[in-house]
């Protein structure tokens, strides 16, 4: 059996999981599931998404405005 688990979000991974998963051992038995016998590949590039999202925050600032935030 094949799994695929991809990590999109900017946090670097598994360094930055404990903000989101806060029980530490939680966390570390999260990431242990997810590398054991894994392959881990980081391509060493910036985010697409994260490009276009600050290029859209910089937009307003540039042109005097504010930038508005979903909640």
């Known amino acids: ?6 990590e999109k979000e900017q946090v670097p991974a598994p360094d930055g999981w404990t903000k989101t998963f806060t029980d530490p051992r939680l966390c570390a038995a999260i990431v242990d599931r997810l590398t054991f016998n894994g392959t881990i ?3 060493g590039t910036d985010s697409y998404r994260l490009a276009s999202t600050r290029a859209r ?6 042109a005097g405005g504010s930038v508005k935030r979903a909640v």
């Open 41 to 43: 590949i980081e391509t």
């Open 1 to 6: 059996m094949a799994a695929a688990i991809l």
């Open 57 to 62: 925050a910089e937009e307003p600032a540039k």
